[in-house]
């Protein structure tokens, strides 16, 4: 099977002016990556609002099926690549922090609600998902969503491999001081849980916030196959499944679980 060629767009920077903004820069983005080969374009967390809206968030929140969404779904047509992005999703009176899936041609394939709220920001403003593994198929290849905290938590990608994922999204939304999430504990997921993770983050000040950037495809052998700066980029690498299997047959930790000693896990008492 040919690897899967994804490009991971780092920014702009700031809150953007409007969705129209936002837009504009994504079809910018989907055309130079459709140019490097790209099949599939990954956003970072809440790319298509900003993610600093504070009380205004409820105005900008939309359906998974809205305004936002048929945008994408047209500039992905265009383009010839899926395209996965964040973006507020409304549903009835409760806002979710979530990712949307669009195919090549336009179809809506997944969608993922945030499930670990971080800080009083996020706890404040979203309602978090309850539903822990989404995926969907692109080009032969097992695509799973996170978002950003949700990759900190290793139960959740193990969840991931042992559901068949190979390729995880996570757009995130990564602040300073936090670089080690990017430069070290993303590629340890991907290594301990064998699969790539396709990270990417915003970037610059926002609000009361500051960016990180460093965006990164790791793959399971724990190396970056593509990692970006701090400012505003687009980064391309491929996702292969070959590599993913022999790194499978040599690294067996997904075989050599024992999960009957693990149970207490999941239930035993925070401190």
Same mark, same amino acid.
Do not use: C, W
């Given at each position: 099977?040919?690897?899967?060629?994804?490009?991971?767009?780092?920014?702009?920077?700031?809150?953007?002016?409007?969705?129209?903004?936002?837009? /504009?820069?994504?079809?910018? #983005?989907?055309?130079? $990556? !459709?140019?490097?080969?790209?099949?599939? &374009?990954?956003? +970072?967390?809440? @790319?298509?609002?900003?993610?600093?809206?504070?009380?205004?968030?409820?105005?900008?929140?939309?359906? /998974?099926?809205?305004?936002? #969404?048929?945008?994408? $779904? !047209?500039?992905?047509?265009?383009?010839? &690549?899926?395209? +996965?992005?964040? @973006?507020?999703?409304?549903?009835?009176?409760?806002?979710?922090?979530?990712?949307?899936?669009?195919?090549?041609?336009?179809?809506?394939?997944?969608?993922?609600?945030?499930?670990?709220?971080?800080?009083?920001?996020?706890? +404040?403003?979203?309602?978090?998902?309850?539903?822990?593994?989404?995926?969907?198929?692109l080009d032969g290849v097992r695509i799973g969503m996170l978002i950003c905290y949700d990759v900190e938590f290793p139960e959740a990608v193990r969840a991931h491999a042992l559901a068949g994922t190979e390729l995880l999204l996570v757009p995130t939304a990564l602040m300073r001081p936090y670089e080690i999430v990017a430069q070290t504990l993303v590629p340890a997921r991907a290594w301990e849980s064998q699969l790539y993770i396709a990270y990417a983050n915003r970037t610059g000040p926002e609000g009361d916030f500051h960016f990180a950037g460093l965006s990164c495809l790791a793959a399971p052998d724990g190396t970056a196959r593509a990692r970006a700066g701090t400012g505003p980029d687009l980064v391309v690498g491929d996702a292969d499944p070959r590599l993913l299997t022999a790194s499978r047959a040599e690294n067996t930790y997904l075989g050599d679980r024992r999960p009957e000693l693990y149970r207490s896990l999941a239930t035993a008492p925070a401190d």
């Open positions: 099977m040919a690897p899967l060629r994804i490009a991971l767009h780092q920014g702009p920077g700031g809150v953007p002016r409007s969705t129209d903004d936002s837009l /504009a820069a994504l079809a910018d #983005a989907a055309h130079r $990556a !459709a140019a490097s080969g790209a099949r599939l &374009l990954l956003t +970072a967390e809440l @790319y298509l609002t900003g993610y600093a809206l504070g009380d205004a968030l409820p105005e900008h929140a939309e359906p /998974a099926d809205g305004p936002g #969404a048929r945008a994408i $779904a !047209a500039i992905a047509a265009e383009h010839g &690549l899926a395209i +996965a992005y964040g @973006y507020p999703e409304r549903d009835g009176e409760r806002i979710f922090n979530s990712v949307q899936l669009i195919d090549s041609d336009g179809t809506r394939l997944a969608n993922y609600r945030k499930a670990h709220l971080f800080g009083e920001y996020e706890n +404040a403003h979203f309602t978090p998902g309850d539903e822990p593994v989404v995926q969907a198929e």
